[in-house]
């Protein structure tokens, strides 16, 4: 995890040869010294053999371990089965609630909190995902004459804030989860100012996001989570959090994988209806997300091959609930569907992209 040191050797005494933490009877460590948890470099943590665990925990933890194409095949599910993916629609509300609860149960906050203290850094990557990737999107489709649907759909993706999901698909990929969590916050609570404007200004389309509405929404995803993170954290303490990382790991994949299947609702049908379309806007979706992805995290490779990743993986992974929801009811009912479809490019970068990760970025390798 990001910030996260290793567990701290203490010096070799007369009582403690070895110069290793004091351990609780299971083997665990039972305190380090600034209170966060270790942990591996890419987010998970190896299995504890000393510790006994149930079924379920077990499977959790597996599911940690292959949270990559749980999500794959869990975006192609919700297409295949209409009836899963109508189940699932009405709990998208608690699913993202309980999604964020565990990614900031698992992120280092004082991490994320240090993030928050590089400004230049993180402010240029919050500009570039808000301010420059629309108008250079814009630029390259323009001159295209694509579809209508198509062309709005992609500029309109490009204006914004990065997927609630950044930090959890960051920690599956080995990458920054505090990073991505900062700038996915920033980016979520600015948006409704700059994407309008943008948005209007680009398209001549008028995006009505009511700031205040929008506000008191954002304070329930992001103020409730917070607060259940901080309550849990204290309840089950450092030692436990250790011990059953993986499976919180599992979970959360597993919520993911709940979402995916809910926002497909209805796809099936609409692409059965309009195949060659459909076929165009896929070939978009993924040339947006994953052109983005290049071309922001080419821009910050000054900054180090981490850091340049995790910006790129935010900027390919935005965050379209918002947008379905203040769409104009005169916009082209394309532009939906198209965002419907980006999600396949969204659920599948865990999968498709980890194996490059691990071989430009130290830090995602194990």
């Known amino acids: 995890m990001r910030g996260i040191p290793p567990p701290i050797e203490q010096a070799p005494n007369a009582a403690n040869p070895a110069g290793q933490l004091p351990s609780s009877p299971d083997g665990q460590p039972t305190s380090v010294s600034d209170g966060r948890l270790p942990s591996s470099r890419d987010g998970r943590l190896p299995p504890s053999s000393s510790t006994p665990s ?12 292959r949270g990559s194409l ?36 698992r992120v280092d906050l004082a991490g994320t909190l240090a993030h928050l203290r590089r400004p230049v850094r993180t402010g ?23 579809d209508a649907g198509i062309t709005a759909g992609l500029v309109i993706f490009a204006t914004g804030c990065a997927a609630t999901s950044s930090p959890a698909f960051a920690r599956m990929v080995g990458l920054d989860p505090e990073l991505s969590l900062a700038v996915t916050l920033a980016t979520t609570f600015l948006v409704p100012l700059t994407a309008p404007p943008m948005v209007l200004l680009l398209l001549g389309v008028d ?16 103020g409730l989570p917070m607060l259940l993170s901080l309550l849990l954290r204290r309840l089950l303490g450092p030692a436990r959090l250790l011990r059953r990382a993986d499976a919180v790991d599992g979970l959360l994949v597993w919520l993911v994988v709940f979402y995916g299947f809910a ?48 910006a790129g993986l935010m900027s390919g992974n935005r965050n379209m609930a918002l947008y379905l929801a203040v769409l104009p009811a005169a916009a082209d009912p394309r532009v939906a569907l198209f965002f419907g479809i ?4 969204l659920f599948l970068s865990p999968f498709l992209l980890r194996p490059l990760y691990r071989r430009l970025v130290p830090a995602a390798q194990g």
């Open 342 to 345: 980006c999600q396949f490019p």
């Open 54 to 65: 149930s079924l379920p925990v077990r499977l959790l933890a597996l599911s940690a371990r």
């Open 207 to 222: 995006l009505s996001i009511g700031t205040g509405a929008f506000m008191v929404r954002l304070g329930l995803i992001v």
């Open 124 to 146: 240029a990557i919050i500009a570039f995902l808000l301010l420059a990737c629309p108008v250079l999107t814009w630029a390259v489709v323009a001159p295209m004459h694509l």
């Open 70 to 105: 749980l999500l794959a095949v869990g975006i192609f599910g919700g297409v295949a089965s209409p009836a899963l993916a109508a189940a699932f629609k009405g709990v998208i509300a608690p699913t993202v609630l309980m999604m964020m609860t565990l990614v900031l149960l």
């Open 263 to 310: 926002v497909m609702d209805g796809l099936g049908a609409r692409m059965a209806a309009d195949p060659g379309w459909v076929m165009q806007a896929v070939v978009a979706a993924f040339a947006v997300d994953y052109g983005l992805n290049l071309l922001t995290a080419g821009a910050f490779a000054g900054f180090g091959a981490e850091v340049a990743a995790t």
